[in-house]
């Protein structure tokens, strides 16, 4: 096994978007955004204990949202949207695979007291609001049954851009009964004003766009259906506020511009109504990929670094609520430093600030 060297001297070198937004990104921010509220959107699956990825993402949430309000008078409140239909577990049954969400599990309670903890010291911290919002809750607003609605009618258009492999618009209903859900969509009929879904055990059953809150999709859907519900509440000139998005980086460029800008425009959208994305530095191990939290938990991998990196609980029995409040500090001078912001960061990097100082 080779050692990384280092000289520990940290460059930041522009280009891209570092180039541009170099020492200001507030001001562009504030002059994208026309509402005195913005609530600032971060989302994440319950599925296991957040590590450094995570806790970047949320860290800049209330670090932007805390800038917003000192230099710019904006009213900020970060909204965590609860991925809770993400699968628990899957299973095949006669050749097609189903799922059992976080949330049929009760994985996503479990881990969910963690999420809740970290938001509460990061809002005591910069007095910024946050809440909490279930799939099932965010399902519910009305206009998301008419958004299912017209996606139904452009599936044929939809469905080849965002399931390349299977050309399958990834909508789903968990049956009622037991949990199971069709997750790749695979005997799930599509029609115009409902799905008709199937149960190995419990056979076919009906459910209509207007029962909303069942719906659950595939990621790349639910990026684009997130991404419409926000423009249509940007539009709206009654409700005082308007969404931005905080998420990983490597969502960044060629996911969003092929699976949300595109289907936006073909389904009639305005780019300009889109929710800001900003993108968080992805924090990567010692090959560049980024760190990931179901690889840790399905694999065990990453026995090689300190458990802190990838374990919350961990990170808090060594360092404590101070170490929170060190991370919020780091990337608080990120949004200070633009030019830290359009980068990546390595677990040493972190290992660096933190072990070394202790
Ligand atoms: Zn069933």
Redesign the pocket.
């Known amino acids: 096994m080779i050692t990384i060297e280092h000289d520990g001297q940290v460059h930041n070198p522009l280009g891209g978007a570092a180039y541009i937004f170099e020492e200001v990104i507030l001001n562009w921010i504030s002059k994208q955004t026309h509402k005195s509220k913005i609530n600032i959107s971060i989302g994440a699956q319950p599925n296991s204990s957040l590590h450094f990825g995570t806790l970047t993402v949320f860290s800049l949430a209330f670090a932007l949202g805390a800038k917003l309000r000192e230099e710019l008078s904006k009213d900020t409140e970060v909204f965590f949207e609860v991925i809770d239909t993400a699968p628990f577990k899957t299973k095949e049954i006669e050749g097609i695979k189903y799922q059992i969400s976080l949330r049929a599990s009760g994985v996503a309670d479990l881990y969910l007291v963690q999420y809740e903890e970290l938001l509460a010291k990061l809002s005591s911290l910069t007095r910024i609001r946050y809440q909490l919002r279930r799939q099932e809750e965010f399902n519910n607003q009305t206009c998301i049954s008419d958004l299912l609605h017209k996606i139904a009618l452009n599936k044929n258009i939809l469905a080849p851009i965002l399931d390349p492999e299977k050309e399958k618009l990834r909508i789903r209903v968990a ?6 859900t069709d997750k790749q969509s695979v005997k799930t009929i599509i029609e115009d004003n409902s799905i008709q879904s199937y ?4 056979g076919w059953f009906n459910t209509k766009y207007t029962e909303s809150s069942k719906f659950e999709y595939n990621t790349p859907l639910r990026n684009l259906i997130r991404a419409l519900i926000y423009a249509e509440d940007n539009k709206n000139t009654d409700n005082g506020f308007e969404w931005l998005r905080i998420t990983g980086s490597d969502y960044a460029g060629f996911y969003q511009e092929q699976l949300l800008y595109k289907p936006a425009s073909l389904l009639g959208y305005n780019a300009a109504n889109l929710p800001i994305i900003l993108y968080s530095p992805l924090i990567t191990d010692w090959s560049g990929a980024k760190l990931s939290k179901s690889l840790y938990v399905k694999s065990g991998a990453y026995q090689y670094l300190p458990s802190y990196i990838v374990n919350y609980e961990h990170f808090k029995e060594r360092f404590g609520e101070s170490g929170v409040e060190k991370l919020y500090k780091e990337v608080l001078s990120w949004v200070e430093n633009p030019y830290k912001l359009f980068r990546n960061y390595s677990v040493y990097y972190f290992m660096d600030l933190f072990d070394n100082a202790k």
């Open positions: 049956c009622q009964k037991c949990g199971l149960c190995p055990e419990h």
